[in-house]
């Protein structure tokens, strides 16, 4: 007798019937769990419902957050030691990021998810080597000559790159993936201060990034890596976005390198650039691969975040009228000599970065077993997920209008800015890892903001669907494709920001 015999002998069943009774149990086990926010299925757990919902993961895991009161545990499939625990709470994230803060570092889960990419830069680093990049980066980030800098870098790209840019596409009435410009605009501003100066992504042709288009295939392959448990066999293997982020890392690699030795050619005196100031470090200074990982992750901060934030800021204005009236209005009154000034459009920006933070989701490792405020047990070997996009769709951390494009939020009776309180909005992080880059991209931004606004119409292209990327950034999955009306023919930009 054959196994297959054997086996119809031994359970009296035969394969049509094993077949059956196997579809029958999926569907009870169905029913049982269909009103769930998700399913959780034998063997594989709670991964198919990640993986089925991964292009909308946001937008997904900000309903189950919702549904399950703020936190919820994600088993991966058995034998794969896969648990996450994803949060939204405030109290919990002032827990994990501030008040236990040494109990919960970025882990060895983050460290293997991002090593190719970030290295031992800033963000991927924990400990004695985060403190000392940290120190160095804040003592200039935070210099008043550092802050000049930065904002004549933006303002000379702004007035001689930018805005011709969109005043060509205004006189010949093309459509302009505003994403896209943005990014390079982000890319460019953050090329002159990481390096000396602007590596030509604004030029009036647009000219294909080799470095940008390999950053974005970087994004998504790690965003993947955070799903699935054997992605370490992929990368082995070479295969699907492993193959394309080895070939990212490696164009980002030659870029960077060549940055470095141009950056070293120019001798102690340095540029006033950042990475001078890490080259001129005497116990770093001789190391490259140091000062790759220093600018990559630099890179990453200061394009992505800032671009991604700026393009869902024009979308959100575009769409509501009575935001930019009240930009357009404070512009005229106040100028944009003093960016400080401009309250209205800073609280702007604050309000698109709650409903679209760039960096929609971060991690955490854990250390030693804890319990979180709000009573989860997390245990080392659990990635502690908080999701920055979801806290800000939460009626209870933000009330009934949470949804609302509301600037106003961020303004206090006197019409000036209010601090925001307490961990309900993380766009820059919290705790002792909050961004050391925030004044730096609030100055990136105004300016952008400041130019395009006062100088042009902007206007999304009708039947342009925006939708959101499953990526590392927050982008758009297909751009933002707007038509661009000059506001003052023969005059815009001018108004904006004088010479000198």
Excluded at 145 to 172: C, D, M
């Amino acid at each position: 007798m054959d196994q297959g015999g054997r086996l119809r002998s031994w359970c009296g069943l035969g394969w049509s019937e094993i077949l059956i009774a196997l579809l029958c149990f999926l569907f009870l086990h169905y029913m049982r769990q269909r009103h769930r926010p998700f399913i959780s299925w034998p063997l594989l757990r709670d991964l198919p419902a990640v993986l089925i919902n991964l292009p909308h993961i946001h937008n997904w895991s900000a309903d189950v957050l919702r549904a399950l009161g703020g936190t919820f545990t994600v088993r991966g499939p058995i034998l794969t030691g896969m648990r996450i625990v994803a949060t939204c709470d405030p109290s919990n994230m002032e827990y994990v990021l501030k008040t236990r803060f040494s109990n919960f570092p970025k882990g060895p889960d983050f460290h293997d998810i991002f090593r190719e990419l970030m290295g031992a830069g800033i963000f991927n680093t924990d400990g004695v080597d985060w403190q000392g990049q940290r120190r160095m980066a804040n003592t200039h980030v935070h210099s008043k000559a550092f802050r000049i800098f930065v904002e004549k870098k933006s303002r000379e790209l702004t007035f001689n790159n930018l805005v011709p840019i969109l005043r060509q596409a205004a006189e010949e009435g093309a459509v302009v993936d505003f994403q896209d410009l943005m990014m390079r605009y982000t890319m460019d501003t953050t090329c002159a201060v990481l390096f000396g100066e602007a590596i030509g992504c604004l030029a009036p042709e647009l000219p294909l990034v080799p470095f940008a288009q390999a950053m974005d295939e970087a994004m998504q392959a790690v965003m993947v890596r955070h799903i699935l448990p054997w992605w370490k066999l992929m990368r082995w293997l070479g295969l699907g976005k492993e193959a394309r982020l080895a070939q990212g890392v490696r164009t980002m690699d030659e870029f960077v390198a060549r940055q470095v030795v141009r950056t070293r050619g120019r001798g102690s005196g340095g540029g006033g650039d950042l990475l001078s100031i890490f080259a001129m470090d005497g116990a770093i200074g001789t190391d490259n691969r140091y000062l790759r990982d220093v600018a990559v992750n630099f890179l990453i901060a200061g394009r992505d975040t800032t671009g991604a934030a700026l393009a869902w800021f024009f979308w959100l204005v575009s769409t509501h009228p009575e935001v930019e009236a009240k930009i357009l209005t404070e512009i005229k009154e106040k100028g944009t000599n003093d960016l400080s000034e401009l309250h209205y459009l800073h609280a702007a920006l604050s309000e698109t970065l709650r409903l679209y933070p760039s960096v929609p989701l971060d991690h955490k490792g854990v250390r030693e077993k804890d319990v979180l405020p709000d009573g989860t047990t997390v245990e080392p070997g659990t990635m502690l997920v908080y999701s920055i996009y979801a806290t800000g769709r939460m009626e209870w951390i933000w009330g009934e209008d949470c949804l609302r494009f509301k600037p106003e939020r961020w303004l206090g009776e006197d019409g000036k800015l209010r601090a925001e309180s307490g961990f309900r909005f993380l766009a820059f992080n919290g705790g002792p890892r909050t961004c050391l880059g925030k004044e730096v991209a609030f100055v990136q931004m105004k300016c952008a903001a400041a130019a395009a606004l006062s100088s042009f119409r902007l206007e999304v292209v009708a039947g342009h669907r925006v939708s959101t990327k499953p990526s590392v950034i927050l982008v758009m999955k297909d751009g933002l494709k707007m038509r661009v009306t000059e506001r003052l023919p023969g005059v815009a930009g001018k108004l904006v920001f004088p010479a000198g």
